[in-house]
Nanobody, 123 residues
Framework: QVQLMESGGGLVQAGGSLTLSCTAS????????MGWSRQAPGKPREPVAD???????KYADSVRGRFTISRDNAKNTVFLQIDSPTPEDTAVYFC?????????????????WGQGTQVTISS
């Protein structure tokens, strides 16, 4: 089991910046990637960005160039730097982690989610 604890959400003016953090605890040694998803009111949850333990990153088109994901592997922590946000970025942001474990004849991947942190961008 992996537990994820997010922090850093809040109210920010459009054009400002903020950084979200998420630390994994528990059986974190099998984590192969961490990331962020978000869910705006009345919309489905969508992936925002993720980063592998090797440092490969992937971004949603809507945030590329404005959001930056990074991680500290030693501390099992992932960060999301949000620059130049707009009110459309208002959402609950969830930290995610994927683990991969060998079970004798195959790998099994599991996904974990944090409780979420509210990010509100005012115009």
């Amino acid at each position: 089991q992996v537990q994820l604890m997010e922090s850093g959400g809040g109210l920010v003016q459009a054009g400002g910046s903020l950084t979200l953090s998420c630390t994994a605890s528990g059986d974190s040694r099998n984590i192969i990637a961490m990331g962020w998803s978000r869910q705006a009111p009345g919309k489905p949850r969508e992936p925002v960005a993720d980063i592998t333990t090797a440092g490969s990153t992937k971004y949603a088109d809507s945030v590329r160039g404005r959001f930056t994901i990074s991680r500290d592997n030693a501390k099992n922590t992932v960060f999301l730097q949000i620059d130049s946000p707009t009110p459309e970025d208002t959402a609950v942001y969830f930290c995610t982690a994927k683990t991969r474990q060998w079970y004798g004849d195959s790998f099994q991947d599991l996904d974990y989610w944090g409780q979420g942190t509210q990010v509100t961008i005012s115009s």
